[in-house]
């Protein structure tokens, strides 16, 4: 198969039923990253930006595309990088996040659940999963630690698939709330750093293509809990689907984000502060301090 | 079709030999959809409708992570 251009092509989208050479394809990620930026303004001359970082294949080509705006658009940028405690796998994938750090010289910052909790992921015994635990904290500290290094935006590597998923789980489990938040910016809250998705129309497909084609080092890792997670099932499901019709996820996608206003608006609800820790939450105790006192009580 | 999978990066590595009707056939004995690999041939990605009859091939999962 050629690519438009006359190229071997070594990817088939087949959405659009394009085929694409590695030049080509690489450019199209490109400029699909560009659209979402400019689509939803996410990211203005001179923000300061921090990125999620954790070593996997979303969030190192995600660093790596918004080093290259920066060349033309000039913000601060650097990386955040949680260690929640996984052994035998954040430590791997903590390895490949500085390498990329250093590689771009992009200034970093490591926290872990450890100094921030005195726990480790792997010493919580959770009656379910061990997912919704890491979710929770992870979140917390992405948000209360960014805001405290002065950064005003938090991009994260989340992509088309983790998108169409979130708002699957968050339909089937009835859990409205979380429904009328997964679109692709926030009204503004002081206590909350706005979270950008850059990646958020790119399938994690391209995403790990891309990686490939442009040899950057990423790691591939599973995390060892990622098996027990609600979202397992999800995926298959629309992986499923979208190989038997390949536009499946983006339709999803398109649908939930023309709802999104009117979710946002009719949704959300107000937001306090955690009497216990002062983080902004939805009710008296945040959901973090809620769960730390069901791990520290099953100890 | 008989392709050889010769190694499937993060899981097990052992080659092994399948049959099936199609390369879709292929994937789903492996519990994959054309969605959550990418196919090397070579070292070299290749299209998924490019694998041919006795190709010996790679595939890597794309998911990752958590």
Not at chain 1, 121 to 140: A, M, T
Not at chain 1, 223 to 241: H, N, Q, V, W
């Amino acid at each position: 198969m050629r690519c438009r251009c006359g190229r071997e092509a070594l990817y088939h989208r087949r959405q659009s039923g394009q085929y694409l050479c590695a030049s080509c394809f690489s450019r199209s990620v490109q400029k699909k990253f560009l659209a979402t930026v400019r689509k939803h303004s996410l990211v203005k001359k001179d923000d300061k930006i921090i990125v999620g970082l954790s070593g996997g294949k979303d969030s190192t080509v995600l660093l790596h595309l918004l080093n290259d705006l920066k060349k033309r658009r000039p913000f601060t940028l650097a990386a955040i990088i949680i260690d929640e405690g996984i052994d035998g796998y954040r430590e791997k994938t903590i390895k490949v996040a500085l390498k990329t750090c250093e590689s771009l010289h992009i200034p970093h910052h490591v926290f872990s659940f450890q100094e921030e909790w005195g726990i480790a992921l792997d010493d919580i015994k959770p009656e379910i999963s061990h997912c919704s635990y890491c979710g929770v904290f992870r979140r917390y500290l992405l948000n209360k630690k960014s805001r405290e290094l002065g950064f005003e935006k938090l991009a994260v590597g989340l992509n088309l698939d983790d998108e169409v998923q979130s708002i699957m789980m968050n339909l089937l489990r009835g859990d409205l709330f979380r429904f009328g938040r997964t679109g692709p910016y926030y009204r503004d809250n002081p206590a909350f750093i706005p979270r950008i998705k850059p990646l958020r129309e790119i399938s994690e497909k391209e995403i790990m293509l891309y990686a490939v084609v442009n040899t950057i080092d990423v790691d591939h890792s599973v995390c060892p809990y990622a098996g027990e997670a609600f979202r397992s099932d999800i995926r298959k499901f629309l992986d499923t689907m979208e190989s038997a019709r390949p536009t499946t996820k983006y339709s999803l996608l398109r649908s939930y984000d023309r709802l999104f206003p009117f979710l946002h608006e009719s949704l959300t609800c107000e937001i306090t502060s955690c009497i216990k820790c002062g983080e902004p939450s939805i009710s008296p105790i945040c959901k973090t301090c809620q769960m730390l006192e069901e791990v520290v009580s099953r100890q | 079709m008989k392709v050889t999978i010769v190694a499937r990066t993060g899981s097990d590595t052992n080659p092994i030999t399948l049959e099936g009707k199609s390369f879709q056939d292929i994937l789903s004995q492996c519990q994959y959809t054309i969605e959550e690999v990418i196919v090397l041939k070579d070292g070299r990605v290749i299209i998924e409708e490019e694998v041919s009859d006795g190709d010996a091939i790679e595939l890597v999962p794309v998911a990752s992570g958590g």
